[in-house]
């Protein structure tokens, strides 16, 4: 790489994130059709061709947003489990990162799970596919549990799914104006999952 490559790439890499950060604040607020590149360009203080440089479409965008935000998602939770081997701490230890998670990222966490209907049919498979592994990862956590007997639920799968859905709605009502903080509710939506899933105390 030429020193002139060396110091154009880094400047590439961030016009690419200011517009993506752009493009989830503005498809928060609008919608993905109620936004145009123009709107984006705006936002990041660019140019509308400026969008067309760094990504081929609007969808483009959306998909980005829509990759990286299912991507941390996904780390986010291993991590919390990889914590510790005990169920219910593992179960504590996603609870409470997921959802707080979902507040603090409360914008690009609206965009990402309520404008999947916009994504291209191949995009809208990948993210799919990075959904049903965190479904997975939580899935395994609670039938652990109930395998150990730490957890007393008749429904598992159907357990994990609440569990996911009530994190995920953070982000529709979340505002940091909020009374609470992303790590109240983290630990408030803990114990919630504790109760949900009939966990032995």
């Not at 993506?20 to 061709?49: K, N, Q, W, Y």
């Not at 969808?59 to 935000?69: K, T």
């Not at 291993?78 to 707080?100: C, E, K, M, N, Y």
């Not at 592994?133 to 652990?144: K, S």
Request: aromatic residues 6%; proline residues 2%.
């Amino acid at each position: 790489m030429t020193g002139t490559a060396a110091r154009t790439r880094p400047h590439a890499d961030e016009t690419r994130n200011r517009l993506m950060d752009a493009a989830a604040a503005a498809f928060a607020e609008r919608g993905f059709h109620g936004t145009s590149t123009r709107d984006i360009a705006a936002a990041a203080g660019l140019s509308p061709a400026a969008v067309y440089v760094h990504h081929r479409s609007k969808e483009e965008l959306l998909h980005q947003i829509s990759l990286r935000g299912h991507v941390a998602t996904l780390e986010l939770m291993r991590h919390a489990i990889a914590s510790t081997d005990d169920p219910t701490g593992q179960l504590i230890a996603v609870v409470r990162s997921f959802a707080a998670y979902h507040a603090r990222a409360n914008t690009s966490a609206r965009v990402i799970n309520y404008e999947l209907a916009a994504l291209s049919e191949d995009h809208l498979a990948e993210v799919l596919e990075i959904r049903r592994t965190i479904t997975a990862e939580l899935r395994g956590v609670v039938e652990r549990g109930v395998a150990s007997g730490a957890f007393d639920t008749a429904n598992p799968r159907l357990a994990a799914t609440a569990l996911l859905s009530l994190g995920i709605d953070v982000a529709r009502w979340y505002r940091e104006e909020r009374e609470w903080s992303p790590d109240d509710i983290g630990t408030q939506y803990a114990d919630l999952a504790l109760r949900m899933v009939g966990a032995q105390r």
